[in-house]
């Protein structure tokens, strides 16, 4: 089962733009994670906020959790043509064991 | 250098010849867990470990097995593999549950 959608599913910009993707869940958390995918490769763990956290800075990256909408957005700022990716979040969903489930992702394309 | 390491990358099989996708890990983590990634369909956990001799189902673990003898080490088995299984495998390790995942390069398999 899919916990977190994301919004839209793919997004087109150009280089210097600010890139915002948005994510949604379905149950309660303990924290909600973004992934960047490039082509075909691994992920790899960009941020992590958990649940009592209402903002969280990374370099260029800024994440939001509302808990009260069950949302999460994650902006990019000043893009970069090697911002190209797919981003993916995946929360706990306060269960028992290892689960972390994943959305579908949005697929970013920054343009030269 | 810490990282997650899968083989084979690709592979072409044919129904019903079985397989073992091997996933290591150098970081000493307890947690690994094995996902698919399917178009439109995200990344879905297959199965997880928690800890050497402790293994539990994910979301989709039908007609896969795997094992934890080892800390290291989490191999990926497809006893009668079929098409359906055709997918791009990711091999996950973190060092505690629900905390940042550490993906490998990801097993491109492709049942005929």
């Known amino acids: 089962s899919q916990q977190g959608e994301e919004d839209p599913q793919a997004l087109s910009i150009q280089e210097g733009e600010n890139a915002t993707m948005n994510c949604s869940y379905k149950?309660?958390?303990?924290?909600l994670q973004w992934y960047r995918q490039n082509s075909g490769r691994g992920l790899v763990h960009l941020i992590l906020i958990r649940s009592n956290e209402r903002e969280k800075h990374s370099g260029r990256l800024r994440v939001t959790l509302d808990t009260s909408k069950k949302s999460s957005s994650l902006l990019i700022t000043a893009s970069r043509a090697a911002d190209t990716a797919s981003y993916f979040c995946?929360?706990?969903?306060?269960?028992?064991?290892?689960?972390?489930?994943f959305g579908g992702g949005t697929r970013l394309m920054v343009k030269p | 250098e810490a990282q997650v390491t899968q083989n084979p990358r690709y592979l072409i099989t044919v129904t019903g010849k079985k397989l073992t996708v091997t996933c290591s890990q150098n970081m000493n983590h307890e947690y690994m867990s094995w996902y698919r990634q399917d178009p439109g369909l995200g990344l879905r956990q297959i199965y997880y470990s928690m800890n050497v001799e402790v293994t539990d189902k994910g979301d989709v673990p039908e007609g896969y097995k795997v094992s934890r003898k080892e800390k290291r080490n989490f191999p990926l088995i497809l006893e009668s593999p079929s098409p359906n299984q055709t997918s791009l495998y990711f091999c996950?390790?973190?060092?505690?549950?629900?905390?940042?995942?550490?993906f490998g390069e990801g097993s491109r398999l492709t049942v005929l």
């Open positions: 149950t309660s958390i303990n924290n």
């Open positions: 996950a390790s973190n060092p505690r549950t629900g905390g940042e995942l550490f």
């Open positions: 995946a929360t706990d969903e306060r269960r028992a064991g290892n689960m972390l489930t």
